[in-house]
């Protein structure tokens, strides 16, 4: 009998080329994660994680041609939205179901054709930005904002978002932010994806099924909670107190440890920098204080360090996105990673078929209704 993999940890379900983490250090492609960070645009990234390689300044130009082409969204999306914004619903639940109605306006969703996949895969991570971005902007009542051909996929996210160009230093901070968080090798979400697309389902259906799975706070909810955490605790004064009743009361502080990371998340850095800088710009200096503080703590009585989920929250914070926005943008990111998945799942197919040890009752026999 085969050994249970609780989790399925340590079990090798797929090869790729995608991404790698060996000895606690991020790949993408081969290219070390920190000389993308330091480097690259988020554009740049998409077309890496597709396509195994980065590309010339033609076809960088042309990704981002299309990128933009395919960000305005069908009129019917935005009245769409308008009928559950009222319901108060959380933005992961309405971008699940939205993603999965952008199928709806795809005439070619089921078709399988590598050139057609790859054009889907551009219509869809233009797409998910202005879905996140406008759902935000309809709940509140305010009219969405189209993108502008001007701006980078991250500066347009930011003016879809908020309705005003953002200043340099926070184009840099997101760009970073979403580089950092585009792909992390077989990570739940796109283990999902793979799942989904491996019965030759379409590439919406593996796309909405990552953002399901994304959902959770164990996976994507992190850094919502990191804040909400920030938030309580209000002061530097406070943390010490806070953090010791948690650690009595056993409570969970998110945003530290990783289960593949043992010396710390390689992404943590650039999300602290970042987080120091923006903070600063805006007038926030004490939220970087108190997770400076936080994290100090935790290392020193936990043996904990910080992972990406917990600089990202006062970054996204002090860029005055909504708190319930930040799993969201997790998404818009990690739509790179999940397409690019979806990708090369389709390339080398085989259908996910997993077997479970059974451990309930044998030789049952069934008893009429009425003797039971």
């Not at 009245?79 to 639940?93: A, C, G, I, L, R």
């Not at 230093?169 to 585009?182: C, T």
């Not at 955490?229 to 406070?238: A, K």
């Not at 936990?302 to 943008?329: C, Q, R, W």
């Amino acid at each position: 009998m085969a050994e249970l993999m609780r989790g399925l940890e340590g079990v090798i379900a797929a090869e790729t080329k995608i991404s790698s983490i060996i000895d606690s250090q991020l790949t993408y492609a081969g290219y070390d994660i920190d000389d993308l960070t330091e480097n690259a645009q988020f554009e740049e990234i998409i077309f890496l994680l597709w396509n195994y390689r980065l590309p010339t300044a033609q076809e960088l130009s042309e990704l981002k041609e299309k990128l933009f082409e395919y960000m305005t969204l069908n009129p019917r999306m935005y009245s769409h939205f308008e009928e559950y914004t009222t319901d108060k619903v959380h933005p992961m639940t309405a971008l699940r179901t939205s993603v999965s109605y952008l199928a709806h306006f795809d005439e070619n969703a089921d078709d399988n054709d590598e050139e057609a996949l790859q054009e889907r895969a551009i219509r869809i991570q233009a797409k998910i930005a202005s879905l996140v971005a406008s759902f935000a902007r309809v709940r509140e009542g305010k009219e969405p904002v189209k993108p502008d051909p001007s701006l980078s996929y991250a500066a347009n996210f930011l003016y879809m978002l908020r309705g005003e160009k953002p200043s340099d230093v926070e184009v840099e901070g997101f760009n970073k932010a979403l580089i950092l968080h585009a792909d992390h090798e077989l990570n739940a979400s796109a283990f999902t994806a793979r799942c989904a697309v491996s019965s030759l389902s379409d590439m919406y259906s593996g796309v909405t099924a990552a953002v399901a799975s994304l959902k959770g706070p164990l996976h994507g909810g992190a850094n919502e909670r990191v804040m909400r955490m920030l938030t309580e605790i209000g002061s530097v004064d406070n943390v010490e107190d806070y953090l010791q009743k948690a650690f009595a009361n056993k409570d969970k502080i998110m945003g530290f440890g990783h289960r593949v990371y043992k010396n710390g998340d390689p992404r943590a850095k650039y999300l602290k920098e970042m987080s120091q800088r923006i903070t600063n710009e805006t007038g926030q200096s004490e939220l970087f204080d108190v997770s400076v503080k936080i994290a100090e703590i935790m290392k020193e009585e936990k043996g904990l360090l910080p992972n990406v989920d917990f600089y990202s929250a006062t970054v996204y914070h002090s860029m005055g996105i909504e708190h319930d926005l930040f799993t969201p943008i997790f998404a818009v990111s990690r739509t790179s990673g999940w397409t690019a998945h979806i990708l090369e799942q389709l390339r080398d197919n085989r259908i996910m078929r997993p077997r479970a040890t059974y451990i309930g009752d044998v030789n049952r026999k069934y008893v009429p209704i009425e003797e039971r």
